[in-house]
């Protein structure tokens, strides 16, 4: 019944997921957006580490730990996200709700295993407004859409020890920006429409290492690392300028619109880089340390002139794991569950007024075992809290609340029949 219905869900949420806002913060105003991907609801409730492979859970941090995979998996990601702007002007709130991913990996034989799937990459939704009180004038910004990315993986198992991993990403999506002026006294105003139309191919390359690091004790070391090179992504573009004027309440209409040709762009996909380690004793617990390198500097703004912003490259450092009381309790489902945590901070390369914006989390969570045939099912239900950005130099505090949730889903497949 999987099976039969794996195909139907996925192309209902893909089209649901293209459709959705995923952001609604005012940092998406840059670069390509807010980026979206950070492994799994599983991996960002330990404060999104990636050296962790099992064989019943898939990773999108590291394609290498597909190798360990012994089940067929289904994975969906929910959030609900709360957000409290604060400005040493006003404060304002607001919340969304998006589909974070949907994957299906299996193994392929005893060494190989794929995945495949899809997932937003990063989102761009923001509102914001900027008043001239010398010039008498106000401009307002507007933008939306997103890329998503379909994405097919593999893992490889070189021996007990050593997996390789690749993963080939189609990104695609359009984005949408308004530009608005408006001055005093004056009946009419102008605004500028961009849009683009997103897409190209992009690749990460993985290795996993697990050791045990006593021959009598069951402590075992996982380490891990990522490369993704920079990438061009085509930026097929439009833009439409016209005449606005003005109703009582400041709502704009166009009175007349001329479309102007633009040259078609390249979106630049940076460099990343991650490295992680942790230590454990598996099915009982686990802490590592992840650090991840963006070569965000070579981001730009698409057509908006963003006044006094510049990039830098970004990095990311994470640490988190888990504790299991009892897998194998029969008695007490309170042992069995595994009770995650993590920590999470992040220099997002954004540079606003001279003031770097700066990504801080805390998250927690739990993993809820599911009976579904002895197949070791789950669910994930995680807690982050954190704050982004800054109220200095007449910027905007970001002050947030996401409540995730997943479903990690096992199966048998290529399973020869002995019985008839």
Known sequence: MIRKNLLIIFLLITVTASAQEGSKSPFSFFGIGELRSKGTNYERTMGSIGMLADSIHTSLLNPAALAKLKLTNYTLGLTYNSISFESDETTANTDNSTVDYLTLAFPVTKKLSAGFGFLPFSSVGFELQNTDSIAGRVSRFE????????????????????????????????????????????????????????????????????????????????????????????????????????????????????????????????????LGTGIGVPKKWFAGVQFTHLQS??????????????????????????????????????????????????????????????????????????????????ATVGFEIGQKGTTSAGLVKENYFNFRVALSLNDRWFVRRKFN
Do not use: C
Not at 181 to 197: M, P, Y
Not at 215 to 232: G, H, I
Not at 316 to 336: Q, V
């Open 143 to 274: 933008g939306d859409g997103g890329i998503n990315r379909v994405f097919l993986a593999a893992g490889y198992a070189l021996n007990e020890a050593w997996s390789l991993g690749v993963e080939a990403n189609f990104n695609f999506g359009n984005i949408k920006t308004t530009s608005t002026i408006q001055f005093e006294d004056v009946q009419f105003g102008s605004r500028e429409r961009n849009e683009s139309d997103v897409n190209g191919f992009s690749f990460t390359l993985g290795v996993h290492h697990q050791k045990k690091l006593f021959k009598d004790k069951k402590l075992v070391m996982q380490s891990s690392a990522t490369y993704s090179p920079e990438v061009n992504l085509t930026s097929d573009n439009t833009r439409m300028l016209s005449t606005v004027i003005f109703s009582a309440t400041g709502v704009g209409f166009d009175v007349d619109s001329l479309k102007v040709d633009v040259p078609d762009t390249d979106l630049v996909i940076p460099q990343q880089i991650s």
């Open 297 to 378: 500097s070579n981001f730009t703004n698409r057509f908006v002139n963003a006044g006094d912003v510049s990039f830098e490259n970004s990095s990311r450092i994470s640490l988190g794991g888990y504790y299991i009381p009892n897998y194998i309790s029969f008695s007490n489902y309170l042992s069995r569950i595994q009770y995650m945590a993590g920590i999470r901070y992040e220099e997002t390369g954004i540079i606003v007024n001279g003031e770097s914006i700066d990504d801080f989390g805390i998250s927690f969570g739990f993993g809820l075992p599911i009976n579904a045939n002895g197949n070791f099912s789950n």
